[in-house]
């Protein structure tokens, strides 16, 4: 609604408003796009330009909703999800991304499944088995590798970690 709620205040005419894309249907002027980005950037958004960073920021949001906001995951490989989802050749995303991010696509899934283990362990319900199974780790021992080297802890250890510190909150 704020997207909106700017655009029309700056007479602009869109199609569609979509998390992190609008669809404007004239051109538009420097002046009125330096209003937008003022305006814009007041609410701690940003314009973006660039198709590449445009698209990188698409892959970002792709991965993160698939991750933190998918009650499953998808079953193919990640890879052949972000082509299709995306509409460009796997190879041109990973080559782009890393090019503007630093890292590999793969890092920043392995980084954000490790952050979606960490809200598991501590907000769920759920054994570090249920993680793996819900996260498609092939095993738990895969699972635990791959946080421990991400975090330089091991998921029990994190999970003590927590409860700790929640514990320590509830007794002040």
């Given at each position: 609604m704020l997207v909106k709620a700017k655009l029309e205040r700056l007479g602009l005419h869109y199609t569609t408003v979509e998390l992190g894309e609008v669809d404007i249907l004239e051109d538009i002027t420097p002046g009125q796009r330096d209003q937008l980005n003022r305006s814009l950037k007041k609410a701690g958004l940003e314009l973006m330009d660039d198709k590449k960073?445009?698209?990188?920021?698409?892959?970002?949001?792709?991965?993160?909703e698939m991750i933190?906001?998918?009650?499953e995951l998808p079953l193919t490989k990640y890879s052949v999800f972000l082509s299709e989802k995306l509409n460009y050749d796997y190879t041109y995303l990973a080559n782009?991304?890393?090019?503007?991010?630093?890292?590999t696509i793969?890092?920043?899934?392995?980084?954000?499944?490790?952050?979606?283990?960490?809200?598991l362990l501590v907000y769920d319900d759920l054994n570090l088995t249920e993680i793996a199974d819900k996260l498609h780790y092939s095993s738990v021992g895969h699972l635990s590798n791959q946080?421990?080297?991400?975090?330089?802890?091991?998921?029990s250890h994190f999970k003590q970690m927590k409860e700790k510190r929640r514990n320590n909150l509830d007794n002040l």
């Open positions: 960073a445009m698209l990188v920021e698409k892959i970002k949001n792709v991965i993160i933190h906001y998918s009650d782009l991304f890393s090019e503007v991010r630093g890292i793969e890092q920043f899934i392995i980084i954000h499944r490790i952050e979606r283990v960490k809200e946080f421990k080297k991400t975090t330089g802890l091991t998921p």
